[in-house]
């Protein structure tokens, strides 16, 4: 058997274990997970609150759903209905791309100044309300 013969199934082998192993658990240690295969295997309870102030700081409740129809498509049926508490598997997602609603949300009123966002999460039913915060200044 040829030498090169052997060293193109290794290469194969020591990619296929560096894509499907330690990227992953990279992941998990160093990051928030999101090149893990978690696919699913845990959901908690969240809800979202968007507010826009204008210039003069008079405040305004913006329904996450009104956001989600702006943004469409997957991302605004994941954001969509989450006035109200909600289960599911998207927490932590939401929470990561919270500056970009504040910023879609910006767009839905013509006087906003600032819009913040406010994910409520809870891992279980019983454990406490973790809150992660966003804000956006308007254009």
Do not use: K
Not at 124 to 131: F, G, I, K, R
């Amino acid at each position: 058997m040829r030498r090169g013969s052997l060293s193109i199934p290794r290469l194969r082998l020591v990619l296929a274990v560096v894509v499907a192993v330690l990227v992953p658990l990279a992941s998990r240690v160093f990051g928030n997970g999101s090149l893990a295969f978690t696919m699913f295997s845990r959901s908690e309870t969240y809800r979202v609150r968007v507010t826009t102030t204008d210039a003069r700081g008079t405040a305004r409740r913006v329904a996450p759903t009104a956001v989600a129809a702006a943004i469409g498509g997957t991302p605004g049926d994941i954001l969509a209905g989450t006035e109200q508490w909600r289960h599911g598997p998207f927490g932590s997602l939401l929470a990561d791309h919270l500056g970009e609603v504040a910023r879609i949300a910006c767009r839905l009123g013509a006087e906003s100044a600032r819009a913040d966002v406010v994910i409520e999460r809870r891992r279980t039913l019983d454990a406490p309300v973790e809150l992660v915060t966003a804000s956006a200044r308007c254009p």
